[in-house]
């Protein structure tokens, strides 16, 4: 849950807003509530704020001054200011500090409902920061590395667009120490001082850029670089690449297989699965399973079809079949899988 803090000095204001905002509903904590800016610097440097509700004029520190030393600090503090004074040329000081709502005093039903779609909107973004934390994501992501599987990776880097530049501070740097842990610790290709090197200079050249979608779009070139690798292109490399696009385009035809691959290469099977193992540590039966695993677990989390209907999607003609090998790598039946949800 968010936790709020509301700086005004006027305390009739702070009543009114701690008793009228539909706090349970925005998955807020009850708000902390302080009456000038030194009070509120206290709070927030001793408990987790996600959310500050701030008045421009206070005594003692003023909200400017209150929202500079937050941003000095680097903390990640969503701020909306609270102000009797129509002074834009203040609110375009503040935007500097990341400060992007401006709502005029005296507060009004109107107001009170822009402010819950603000409070909203920023625990949304929060979850979606959040998500990239999580253990089993970097377990996804290294997954995804490892079988090159750029449209895996395209999907897991899919919210990037929806976070702001100053979220993408804490995302962009790990996800590409993700990309870079791959490289050094899994597949060897780099060393630990080339390692540090480019991780240095990519996290120089991401803070380098001034919004999120440069910022996002900056992240997905590095994964598409590195993962394409260097040197020259030799016709393994060719080959590789048809192998995975094909199973990319084709996973979901219960024909697709080992055999099926070559014969469209105009290859032999062993050539084409010793290739395939050799450059990507993994069985190309293993990959084309992995591909419709995902695909069965993106249809049994986000929709209603029927276990028969998500093995036909999936790729797989025999619904029974399905079931035997969702088990065997997922350790639970689809339908137990799609009740647990």
């Not at 200011?81 to 109107?110: C, H, T, W």
């Not at 993106?298 to 399905?322: C, M, Q």
Request: aromatic letters at 8%.
């Amino acid at each position: 849950m968010l936790n709020v803090l509301i700086v005004d000095d006027d305390e009739t204001l702070c009543d009114c807003l701690k008793k009228l905002m539909p706090w349970d509903s925005l998955d807020c904590n009850p708000p902390l509530v302080a009456h000038d800016g030194r009070e509120a610097w206290e709070i927030i440097q001793n408990k987790k704020t996600d959310v500050l509700i701030c008045d421009l004029m206070m005594p003692v520190m003023n909200g400017v001054e209150l929202c500079g030393r937050i941003r000095e600090k680097g903390l990640a503090v969503d701020m909306i200011l609270l102000s009797a004074y129509e002074d834009f040329s203040v609110a375009r000081q503040l935007m500097q500090y990341g400060m992007k709502d401006y709502i005029l005093k005296p507060v009004n039903r109107e107001s009170l409902e822009s402010l819950a779609a603000r409070i909203r909107e920023i625990g949304q973004r929060k979850a979606l920061v959040g998500k990239y934390f999580k253990e089993e994501y970097e377990k996804e992501m290294m997954a995804a590395l490892g079988s090159r599987d750029m449209e895996a990776v395209d999907r897991l880097l899919g919210d990037l667009e929806q976070l702001e530049s100053r979220d993408l501070l804490n995302v962009g740097p790990y996800l590409l120490r993700l990309l870079y842990d791959y490289l050094c610790v899994v597949v060897k290709r780099i060393d630990r001082e080339e390692y540090k090197a480019r991780l240095y200079r990519r996290r120089g050249e991401l803070g380098g850029l001034s919004g999120a979608p440069e910022q996002a779009e900056f992240i997905r070139q590095q994964y598409a670089k590195e993962l394409a690798g260097k040197g020259e292109d030799t016709q393994e490399k060719r080959i590789l690449r048809q192998i995975v696009q094909m199973v990319s385009e084709n996973y979901q035809n219960p024909d697709c297989n080992a055999a099926w691959i070559a014969a469209q290469l105009h290859l032999t099977p062993a050539y084409t699965g010793k290739l395939f193992k050799t450059a990507r540590g993994m069985g190309l039966i293993e990959y084309i399973t992995e591909c419709r695993m995902r695909k069965a677990c993106e249809l049994l989390n986000r929709t209603n079809l029927s276990v028969s209907a998500v093995a036909r999607e999936a790729g797989y003609a025999d619904a029974g079949y399905f079931t035997k090998v969702f088990r065997e790598k997922k350790g639970i039946s689809p339908s137990a899988y799609k009740e647990r949800i």
